[in-house]
């Protein structure tokens, strides 16, 4: 077992084609299809389902194995390079959206002005999605919503930040400053999916007001869900980080008795953070604890949750 046989793995698994893969590793395919045989006879398993580009079982479990590999090999680099020089290498940082848009232009000028040799890859998606990526150590770091309720990732909170209805322009709940949960439980709203950290939190606070929520749609996504109800379409209660900034015809609305949201900062429990993103890690400390108190509605977070606390 060598390493241009885990790369190529890696690169199949990646790019689901032995094709894609190739041009991805800048060789011919010839070469990516030898080096994913000799590692499928090495270890007596087939690791990929030629007929569709897919891991295997077998192929999933070497996969996770091979990232972790290759991640270690990569921290140990930047270690040594930091012991002799500027801290440098690459960090694959995932986000969610909402606090994206304004922590990551004050991230990038930070590590341009503090550490010019580390470069980032900044990745956007929704909590749901990041997850699974810092498991497979896909991302490097993340910012998601807490608490995430797995084994193998240990958070700590950034900043606490209120959930808030944005109403439309005209909608009998854009008529007030404020709204109890019996308020909202009289019209459709814009809700995330069931399942979500953000959904599972409103859906706890209307049991405790005693209602149910009717859901006109469920979006896996805060900025469209804004967006939505900025324009029209319907309520949405959505972080007090995500509410327009801009005037509009649309309301922001404060919610009774709704516990706040939390976001926070997660990492791969197995995996040793690199020298490039332990700087990272503390550059977005130190961003959050300067910029989140000016933002209506977010404070910074004095506590922590770690790994599976609710």
């Given amino acids: ?45 087939v690791l990929i389902e030629r007929s569709r580009g897919e891991l295997t079982p077998e192929g999933e479990i070497v996969a996770a194995r091979a990232r972790r590999i290759l991640g270690e090999l990569r921290s140990i680099e930047d270690d040594l390079l930091a012991l002799r020089e500027d801290v440098s290498g690459h960090v694959r940082l995932g986000v969610i959206g909402t606090t994206a848009v304004w922590l990551v232009p004050a991230l990038l000028d930070a590590l341009a002005q503090d550490y010019p040799r580390v470069e980032i890859t900044i990745v956007e998606a929704t909590t749901t999605s990041l997850i699974p990526q810092l498991i497979s150590e896909r991302v490097d770091v993340a910012i998601v919503n807490l608490p995430v309720d797995d084994p193998d990732v240990d958070s700590r909170m950034l900043f606490e930040e209120d959930r808030v209805l944005i109403a439309p322009e005209g909608h009998p709940l854009a ?31 209307a049991r405790r007001a005693r209602v149910n929520l009717d859901a006109k749609a469920e979006v896996d996504g805060l900025r469209l869900l804004t967006s939505l109800a900025a324009r029209g379409f319907a309520p949405a209660i959505v972080p007090a980080s995500a509410a327009p900034t801009f005037d509009g ?36 400390s130190s961003i959050v604890a300067a910029e989140a108190p000016g933002i209506d509605g977010i404070s910074v977070a004095t506590t922590t949750i770690a790994a599976g606390e609710e």
Avoid at 175 to 203: K, N, S, Y
Avoid at 259 to 282: F, K
């Fill in 1 to 45: 077992m060598d390493l241009r046989q885990l790369h190529a793995l890696l690169a199949v698994a990646e790019h689901q084609s032995f094709s894609a893969a190739a041009r991805a590793l800048h060789t011919v395919q010839s070469n990516v299809s030898t080096h994913v045989a000799h590692l499928e006879n090495e270890l007596g398993s």
């Fill in 175 to 205: 008529a007030t400053d404020r709204a109890t949960w019996r308020d909202l439980a009289q019209h459709e709203i814009l809700l995330p999916p069931v399942g979500t950290g953000f959904r599972d939190e409103i859906d706890a606070d």
């Fill in 249 to 284: 015809p649309w309301r922001r609305v404060s919610i009774d008795a709704s516990a706040r949201r939390i976001v926070g900062l997660s990492l791969p429990r197995r995996a040793t953070p690199s020298a490039s993103t332990r700087v990272v890690v503390d550059e977005i």
